[in-house]
Every structure is written in structure tokens, then in C-alpha cells.
């Protein structure tokens, strides 16, 4: 991965501050956070006024979870079949407590937990070559499509969203361009990182899955980096002494406990989203907004859509708890994406 310079906290210290005062609510902006069914009766004309809201909405920004995913034949960490319980059977000696532990940078710290590690994740990248865009991947190119998508940020390293042409930020860019130019490109921005490349954890080279590197990770291993190999190689032909450091590759994602290596980067394009951009709507779907990142940006992005005049509207099956959100987020929506 590239240089590993930003802790998850030097990333929420550079996310913005208001810009300005708050204005009094418009009638559908809440005190409290509002709870929604769907399939109540007596919700329907509530419901009716904020889609007519976020029809008028200009300017969408979209936050996103792996809820929006499981529909996409993705399997989950949790359940009996999962690929966390998978994994376990096949590392039965292995102390992992949980499906998240899978993305702990600790893990790096133990033989057994890294071969537990490359199994796993090369699972779930083929589950994800596999997958489908949901019908929520599909509004978010419809917002796209429409003008109305400033951007979408998403906790999610399976980059669905590709396959329905949207730009990612994983994608590579012309290096001569200048940060605004890059920036205003990405449809979606990859909060945690790409699943679908490889990254060398010493020279930070980046590759696309092949077979060969497939083959490892299938089976517990993860894999020299090719182009460290061929450095020695080189060296080594010349005479001169191997610098005896080769690296390994591993999926470019950014693990818990790890420095962020685009916090600079991305806090840098919230900014030009949030000034510039003048976002009238927050769409938060399929997360329950556990990261403390995740819970800071959307505080960030929730004052500048509130002082447009325009709501913030989550949607997901569980219930994410008032105390914190009063006044941040309007309405919740329970029901799958």
C-alpha cells in the first residue's frame, strides 16, 4: 500500500468544521431522530413529503455500508455458512474471535492468523467477482445518470459500483493532473480501500489478482512481491549484496488498527465537496455507523446539508440507537436498502 502516514484519528482531526451559522429548520428537518416503516400506513404521507424532498434534491451525497451488498450474493461474516465460520473450520487451531477480527491489523502479528487471513480474503474476492449491483448500486448510478450524485463514499471494498460505469477512486488516474481534476472524476469514494488489487507491504507496487496469486492466498499463503523479487534478482547479478527484503502481497484495503494512507487525500476532497459542492441531501444506506470516521463525517456532511435546508435520511434494517444522532440525522428508514 502506498505510504502508511495518517492514523484514523489525524483523519478525523482534518475533516472540515462548519462553515457557517445554523438556520432554523425547515418543516421536514427534525429535533429527533424519526423512525419510518415502510409498510405502516400512517407513515405515508410523511413519507410521501420527504421523497418529494429528495426529488428536488440538486446536489446528493451518498454514504454506504456493506448492507447495501448482501443482496448481492455476497455471504456474511455471521451466519452458520458464513465465510467467517468457513474459515474457521478450516483453521481450527486459530484463535479468531470474530468476522471483524478478520480485518484487524493485528492478525499480521501471527504465522496461523495470516494464513486464516489470505484464505479468507480470497474467498471473499471471489464472492465478489461472483456478485451483482444491487438495486441500491443501480439508484446510485441513477443519481449518477441524473446529474443529482455529488459523490458517494462507501465503507465497502468490493466495488460493485464499477460494473454500472461509475468512477472509482481505486481507479488509476493521470498522474498529471491536478487534485481537483482527479477528484471531481471519482463517482465513488473507497473509504476502506480496493479488495479487487493486491499491494506489496514493502514497496507498495500495486498488481491485479492472477491465477497464480489466487492460487496462493487459496491456500494460506500470501504471495512475494514480483517486483522486490526482481530488485534482488537485479542486484544480485551485478554483484552486489541482496538487500534481503522482499515484501508480500495482500489486498489494498486499509485494516482496523492501520494508519490511513489517504486520509489526506480524501478530508482534503470532503472539503471541496462540502464548500464547494453544496450538498442538499444526505443518503446513508446499510450501515449502522459503528466507525468512528464514518460517525464523524457524517456529523461533518449533516450540518452543511441541514443548513441548505435539506434532510438526512438513513436507511437500514437496524435500529442505530437516538442518543447520538438527535439532530443529525432526521429520519431512519427500517427496511432493506
Known sequence: MPSLTFSQESFDEKLPSSMSKRVSRPLLQTQKVTHLSLHSSEHNVLLDSINKQINRSRKVLVLTGAGISCNAGIPDFRSS???YNLVKQ?????????GQE?????LFREEEKISAFATFMERLYSSARLAQPTKTHRFIA????????LRCYTQ????LE????????SSKSDLTASFTSKWRNYDVVQLHGDLNTLSCTLCFNVYSWSRPFTRDLRRGNLPSCPRCVELNLQRSMKGKRSSGSIGILRPNIVLYGENHPSCEFIAQGLNMDIARGKPDLLLIMGTSLKVDG???LVKTISKQVHERGGLVVLVNKTNIGDANWHGVIDYQIMSDC
Do not use: A, C, W
Open 142 to 149: 441513477h443519481l449518477k445518470n441524473r446529474n443529482k450524485l
Open 294 to 296: 464514518v460517525k464523524r
Open 81 to 83: 455458512d458464513g465465510l
Open 162 to 169: 464499477e460494473h454500472l460505469g461509475l468512477e472509482m477512486s
Open 156 to 159: 465497502n471494498i468490493d466495488g
Open 90 to 98: 478450516q483453521y481450527p487451531d486459530v484463535t479468531i474471535r470474530s
Open 102 to 106: 478478520m480485518f484487524d491489523i493485528s
